[in-house]
């Protein structure tokens, strides 16, 4: 388990950050989190959904756009630094593997590159879901592929996309989120299935918090961590061990 992300070389390189998805709830935390740490920061989102980002008026950039257009990202991305994605299975035109794809091609080489998922997403095939958890994604999928609303299959492929490239990546699998004030850095472990995460809740302002923390930690690069709110129970059972990812 690890109680958090560190900084180092990373917090120095870092000064201009890409949110895409930015005017989403998870997307506006990240924005506040970013501006916070005194990062210049460039939004992207649907031209409709503008609005949304009314409250940061004057203090960033916004590109109107779908997220899996390769020229929005092109626009959007160019001298940043990191780049935090919401992956978001929308419709069925492979909007969350389009989204992946333009920010892979788009990034400068050795950016950061910071995407969101669920615990669903698994890395090397050793993370371990209960049959409730493994039925619930089912139907969600068969659901939404019947309604035409998500594609979870998608973000699988995005992700798997992510896994496989060169660059400095990190992927950050969420629990079930809810509102609230910040309880702090989550903790993460490598697998879904590790005690620590038991509680399977995160604080969506934390979530947020730790992909902004994750732009500027190098221990992170390459990695998938599944995160659960701090204060949860099973986060304080073994607050105790090592400060350092179980696998």
């Given at each position: 388990?690890?109680?958090?992300?560190?900084?180092?070389?990373?917090?120095e390189?870092?000064?201009?950050?890409?949110?895409v998805?930015?005017?989403?709830?998870?997307?506006?935390?990240?924005?506040?989190?970013?501006?916070?740490?005194?990062?210049?920061?460039?939004?992207v989102?649907?031209?409709?959904?503008?609005?949304?980002l009314?409250?940061?008026?004057?203090?960033?950039?916004?590109?109107?756009?779908?997220?899996?257009d390769?020229?929005?990202?092109?626009r959007?991305?160019?001298?940043?630094?990191?780049?935090?994605?919401?992956l978001?299975?929308w419709?069925?035109?492979?909007?969350?593997?389009g989204?992946?794809?333009?920010?892979?091609?788009?990034?400068?080489?050795?950016a950061?590159?910071?995407?969101?998922?669920?615990?669903?997403?698994?890395?090397?095939g050793?993370?371990?879901?209960?049959?409730?958890?493994?039925?619930?994604?089912?139907?969600?999928a068969?659901?939404?592929r019947?309604?035409r609303?998500?594609?979870?299959?998608?973000?699988?492929?995005a992700?798997?996309?992510?896994?496989?490239?060169d660059t400095r990546?990190?992927v950050?699998?969420?629990?079930?989120?809810?509102?609230?004030?910040?309880q702090?850095?989550?903790?993460?472990?490598?697998?879904v299935?590790?005690?620590v995460?038991?509680?399977?809740?995160?604080r969506?302002v934390?979530?947020?918090?730790?992909?902004?923390a994750?732009?500027?930690?190098?221990?992170?690069?390459?990695?998938?961590?599944?995160?659960?709110?701090?204060?949860?129970?099973?986060?304080?059972?073994?607050?105790?061990?090592?400060?350092?990812?179980?696998?």
């Open positions: 388990m690890s109680g958090g992300t560190g900084g180092g070389a990373g917090a390189r870092m000064r201009k950050v890409c949110v998805g930015a005017s989403g709830k998870l997307g506006q935390y990240m924005v506040r989190h970013a501006l916070e740490r005194g990062y210049e920061v460039v939004g989102c649907r031209e409709r959904s503008v609005p949304k009314a409250a940061f008026q004057g203090r960033m950039t916004i590109v109107p756009g779908f997220t899996n390769p020229e929005v990202i092109r959007a991305v160019a001298g940043c630094d990191g780049v935090l994605t919401v978001v299975p419709g069925v035109r492979q909007y969350a593997s989204t992946a794809q333009a920010v892979l091609d788009h990034a400068r080489p050795g950061r590159l910071v995407f969101s998922c669920g615990w669903h997403i698994t890395r090397d050793k993370d371990t879901y209960s049959r409730w958890f493994k039925a619930g994604v089912w139907l969600a068969r659901l939404g019947l309604f609303a998500v594609e979870i299959d998608d973000q699988v492929e992700c798997r996309r992510v896994f496989a490239s990546w990190t950050v699998r969420g629990s079930s989120l809810e509102e609230g004030k910040s702090g850095l989550p903790v993460w472990s490598g697998h299935g590790d005690p995460l038991g509680s399977n809740l995160t969506r934390d979530f947020a918090l730790f992909m902004v994750a732009l500027a930690d190098d221990t992170l690069v390459r990695q998938a961590p599944a995160i659960v709110g701090r204060l949860t129970p099973s986060a304080l059972a073994h607050a105790g061990g090592l400060d350092v990812p179980r696998d």
